[in-house]
């Protein structure tokens, strides 16, 4: 009897969950369904997922054995298109073929793996991904050291490897190019010379910095919040969770990370939000999508324009200092491989926030990645860097655990929990951190799951409930790296200037208004009208990408 296991990506509300099905499959077994179901719950937005159609089908569609789903290659030319024939795809294992097919109204994707809506699927007349040949490398004996060979023994220097550009007449160069494959890879940790507070690794991303004792260290919690401030939820953030009652041991104000992006953004009540002690980081102008253009598509340029763009745009209209923007989350958490961290180290940037540890006990501490990173690439289709970018911090996010399931962002956790199951998930996921190594315990949230009464009430009281430990401190993420640069027993916290409250010295246009403008702009991008809300005078036009102060 063989034994197989799938890890699958569902996405709700654009964000990945993690769920396990095993099945096993042998002789006179017919356990396979709990196999299917689990892979067809790969969809996008709030599809529904497809059922298995037939168990084996290894007589009359051909295999094609390599992990991946496909089309049937002997389908007939005339009914490639049809939706029938677009939403069917098949998966091979050990001989035998699998026929799996979309829910109604969707089609598959074989380039991103997926069922996906109609108008998002181009690809129908596709049979299978392309895959691109391995380099030989040194395999191919080049008569340069400095030279590494193609898949098809052409020799090139190595650093044209995985440097974002294809050379190689095979484009071998380019395709084998995660953290495993890169000839131009990150080292693991050396102890020896990652020292702090510039760099900070560790074999299993699970040790305490400065193998301080678990006693002596604060129990950060960590909130974040993606997308745009507004009216939908300003009273949820400054009326019900962020109130003048809730303190840190320190006697300073619970402060959290809002990591936005442009539309619908009110940047009045960032400039508030950020005068307040909160920290502003940047989640991209567009939030485009596909999904995938972000981890596979995305330029060099194109991260430039939609990350330092978002900055400049709070900058320009919400007043928030440049030198505070410092962090940024990609929209649907996905991570965009090399291209993403050259353009953060060029632009400045201290910290990402998009990479989903596969679950683990203990979780992991973040870590600068100047070194390999200590756990695997979590996700379905990830590109995480392969490269080192020294002083570049990984905020990275530590899934929860809620029953047989784990979940990265809040509300990618199974729905259909009720407010007491939430609490209870809450406190035991804090034990799970309390209790082991600390590592900053990170709860990432859409203010849309609040909508649920019973969700809020169940937040507020596990909020309510932190406030009896006197080692428990809600601070952003850019204060838990200033705390894990330099160490601080618990006893001394109180003379930690970054976890301190002293008012900022803003300057008159720094302070926010009370009343701002309400300026109704063309958009000739997005060809309708918008509002943009701002202290600051009305630009010209609704800023977008490649305008981000509104030029006429």
Not at 502 to 520: G, I, S, V, Y
Not at 525 to 539: G, H, I, K
Request: proline share 7%.
């Amino acid at each position: 009897m063989k034994i197989y296991t799938l890890t699958t990506t569902i996405f709700g509300f654009g964000h990945p969950t993690r769920q396990k099905a095993t099945a096993a499959v042998g002789a006179g077994m017919n356990l396979f369904i709990l196999f299917a179901t689990a892979a067809l719950f790969t969809f996008t937005g709030n599809a529904h997922a497809g059922n298995l159609v037939k168990r084996s089908l290894k007589n009359t569609v051909p295999c094609l054995e390599d992990g991946r789903f496909y089309r049937n290659p002997e389908r007939p030319a005339h009914k490639m298109w049809t939706n029938a024939e677009c939403a069917k795809y098949y998966l091979c294992l050990d001989g035998e073929v699998f026929e799996f097919k979309c829910s109604v109204g969707l089609l598959f994707d074989v380039t991103r793996q997926i069922c996906d809506f109609k108008q998002n699927v181009d690809n129908c007349e596709v049979t299978a991904e392309a895959r691109v040949p391995k380099p030989l490398l040194d395999a191919a004996q080049c008569e340069e050291r400095s030279q590494l060979g193609c898949g098809d023994g052409t020799c090139l220097p190595n650093e044209y490897f995985c440097d974002g550009s294809i050379d190689c007449p095979d484009g071998s160069d380019e395709g084998w190019c995660d953290v495993e494959n890169d000839p131009n890879a990150a080292d693991p940790c050396d102890l020896s010379v990652c020292e702090l507070p510039d760099c900070f690794c560790s074999k299993d991303g699970t040790i305490i910095p400065s193998r301080l004792e678990r006693t002596q260290t604060p129990q950060m919690i960590v909130l974040t919040f993606d997308d745009a401030i507004n009216f939908e939820n300003w009273e949820l953030y400054t009326q019900k969770i962020f109130t003048p009652n809730r303190k840190n041991p320190n006697g300073c104000p619970m402060r959290a990370t809002f990591f936005i992006s442009h539309q619908y953004t009110n940047y009045q009540q960032v400039q508030k939000m950020w005068n307040d002690g909160h920290e502003i980081a940047i989640h991209s102008i567009t939030h485009r999508g596909p999904e995938e253009w972000w981890s596979r598509n995305a330029t060099i340029e194109d991260w430039f324009d939609e990350m330092v763009g978002q900055a400049n745009i709070i900058n320009k209209f919400s007043n928030v200092r440049m030198e505070e923007l410092r962090g940024m989350r990609v929209p649907f958490l996905r991570v965009g491989w090399n291209r993403q961290f050259l353009m953060m180290k060029e632009f400045g940037f201290v910290y990402d926030s998009s990479m989903v540890a596969p679950f683990s006990n203990p979780p992991l501490w973040p870590y600068t990645l100047d070194y390999k990173m200590p756990h695997a690439c979590n996700g379905n289709n990830q590109y995480c860097p392969s490269r080192s970018y020294p002083g570049i911090w990984e905020m990275v996010m530590n899934q929860l655990e809620a029953g047989e399931y784990t979940c990265g962002m809040v509300d990618s956790c199974p729905p259909n929990m009720n407010g007491e199951d939430v609490y209870k998930m809450f406190v035991h996921n804090f034990k799970r951190h309390y209790h082991t190594n600390r590592a900053p315990y990170g709860l990432y949230f859409h203010s849309t799951w609040f909508r649920k009464q019973e969700y809020l009430e169940a937040f507020l009281r596990f909020l309510d409930d932190m406030q009896k430990h006197p080692d428990v401190y809600f601070v952003t993420n850019i204060q838990a790296i200033e705390w894990i640069r330099n160490p601080t027993p618990l006893n001394q916290l109180g003379h930690f200037d970054p976890w301190y409250c002293q008012p900022k010295q803003l300057d008159p246009n720094e302070l926010a208004c009370n009343l701002p403008r309400t300026c109704k702009l063309h958009s000739r991008v997005l060809q309708q009208d918008r509002y943009l809300f701002t202290c600051n005078e009305c630009p010209a036009q609704y800023p977008w990408i490649r305008n981000e102060f509104g030029l006429d």
